[in-house]
């Protein structure tokens, strides 16, 4: 199973410090929350874990290997074992459903057989409720529930370690809400690395192990859910309260 | 006030020395991208086929079109001109230069700024917008490998398949254009032309070629990718790629004739 | 679109093969056409100067493309080596009296280089062997010992004949050269001599005018008696012209052969008939002279050349007169005598002349 640790990790943009001199390790098998303010880094800590941004200073570790190597080979070894699951799907848009679910799927299945990976899209779409009639469509031709359950089945169906999610319930009806939601527990059931950014805490925070709480690009806490609600530290209990206040 | 001159002057050499080389190592990742661009051929194939569709088929009509209005024009005007003289036999190796030498590997790249050149950096400057770059990035697919490296083969394997035509119109359809006004024997025509070509136009065209495709489709790659904060950026990108790319090919069918013609 | 995208492969596919097809085709004529598959053999030449040379200009045999140039530069006896290939198929035609000439065409500037053999036939040269040009000296004297004739174009073989044509214009004393040139030779002698005797001429007109003016030589004294002479001349020819004018009315009236006058005058004709024939008689002897002194004057001066004229008239007119009273029927004494030689008279005219002057 897939560790990741940060290492002083620093990410600056524009001259800004968004995360200064972060480290920490993420718990294995434990679905994180991060929570904090806008601008305390809170998206720029999964973006850093999935290869998106590189960090500035410091070194995120996964597996042992540093995410800023430029070993095609490492790259993808690492590559393969995360997932990031994007707010709005972060499908390629001149791309049918089909080809984006295979982006992943060729690029890091190449063991499996043509009927494997088919069988693999069809189980999928049955899981996500979704008809094989969208496989042609066009990501400018489906709704954005739509959107993110081929998102989710893009970075599920490689099987990854570690599942980086953003806002998995923004903009989805309540049955592609309830879909997400069982495939994060069974997710859970299964032990992978989790992370979660969201705005309705009220969903997230039960399904939680552990909660990060970043502000102004510094961990404030890291700790379980329990610790993280009973916490006397101010800026946790007022960041929870900026939360339950929206 | 001159210190702030000075400066501002200072700043923006500077400046434009910073983008040339960031250009450069675009430049670079490219080159090196493509050496194994083998690997992910199953990923990038089907890019590169879409590539080479839009860029290089569906230009056909277009480039067949000027081809033979050029060719067309050069006969009937060379010509009737030439005849004057009793030097009707200039006209092939006059066909030769233009057309073969010149016009052909040009023209065809004007159209394909025109369309291609356009079209990847709005592409790549909304799919940058959109973040499927970061999309691709979190998949481990390098942007560079698998949406530059394809378009530029693509590009570059349009723009030699359309020069051919460009020369094969031009040169064929022209004789069949002017031959409505001044027959020429057709068996006459094609072994005056024969005589007068080589295969220093011939490699020369397909150099010109090569070059211009590969540099058309890395700058409006490397704009498109530059895009950073808004789609308002993205026919800011556009234009510039146009521009520059224009500038680059001009530059390098100079240098190519002076290389080779002097 | 559809069907563009279901058949991308094979639309593509046949885009591509078809233009790599053409392309291989079309490489493969040109190269068969430029012979790039055909063995060459190299050799070299030697030329005065480059000028319109290139790395591929074509070297031609009776109008066939045989070789071309492959490169050429400067040697330090400021001459061009060069080395050109010939194809196989022609490798025989370089032969050991053949030549190469470099011309540059007038109307296209093209430079074409051109294979000559000479008259005999000569042996094919090893590879790398020279073949001179006709550029150089030693191409020139090659051309002439080997007797090779250039075939050379229309319009320069004009300039050449024209240039040949200027010179020999320019040159003198060369009648042997043509027609043209003698008359022309002809021509300006004849010219040369008339300026020399019209400067003669000048020469002693302008003495003569000088001699009227001065009074001290002979020859003024001789101008001067003889533009006397002739005023004296010119009034007696005034008089002899009167005087026949009235010898003629009265002839008139003579031929009257009714005249009683006559009759009634000298019934014998001794008194006046006779006389009067003998009168005409010397008269005409006198005229005679006259005529004769009339005409050794004119060949002395042709300044009284009108005026001789006018004596000459007056003087015939007085022959016709005399003979028509020499055969009148009253004094008819027989045809006059042809005139005596005038240069006795004429010789004493001269002595007289030359005694009066020469003092």
Redesign the interface.
Known sequence: MSTVEFSNVSFFSDGLAIIDELSFILPEHKLTAILGRPGSGKIVVP?LI???LLPSKGSVVIDGEDSKTTD?GK??Q???K???I?R?G?????LGVE?NIR??L???C?HLTESEKKARISWFLKYFQLPETILPKRPANLTRSEQKLVGFI?GMIIEPEVVLIDEPLENCEPNSQRLVLNQIMENKSKGLTQTIISQSLEQILPISDFILVLDKGKIIELDTRENILNSKNTITHNIILDYYMV | MINALAQNIGESIVGWVKLQLQFLTFLRQVVVEFM?FY??K??SY?VLLRQVLFTGYQALSLIVLIAIAIGGLIILEGYTLLENFGQSDLLYGILVAVITRELSSLITAFIIIARSGNAIAT?LG??RV???I?????????PISYLVVPRTIGVVVSLLVLNVYFNVSGLFGGWLVSSWFYPIDFNVFFSKLLAKLTLTDIVISVVKSLLFGFFIAVIASYQGLNVRYATTEVPQRTILAVVQSITVVILINIGIALLFYT | MKFIFKHTERIVGTFVIAAIAIVVIVAGLVAINNKVFEKKYLFKTRFSDAIGLTSTTPISFKGYQIGRITGYQLNEENFIDAEFEIYEEYRNRITSNAVLNKSKSLLGGATTIELIQGSEKGEPIDELGVVPSLDTPEGKTFARKNQIKLSGDALASMMSNLDNLLYKLNQDNNPDDGAIFRTLVNLADATEELKHVLSSTDKTLSEIRGIKSSKQSSLARVVSNVGKLTDNLDQTVLQLTQTLSRTDSVLQAYQNPNGLVMRMLDPEGKDFAEPLSQSLTDLSESLRRLNGLLEFVDSQSPDIMVLIDETREALKHTRRTMQGLSNNPFLRGGISKEPDNIEPNGEKIRVKLNSTTVN
């Open positions: 973006k999935g290869g998106i095609d790259i993808k690492i590559r393969s995360i997932s990031y994007f709005n972060g499908l390629i848009s001149n080809e982006l992943s060729d690029f890091h190449q893009r | 194994v690997r992910e199953q990923v089907l592409e909304n799919m959109n973040m499927e970061d999309a691709l990035k979190s998949i481990g697919l390098s």
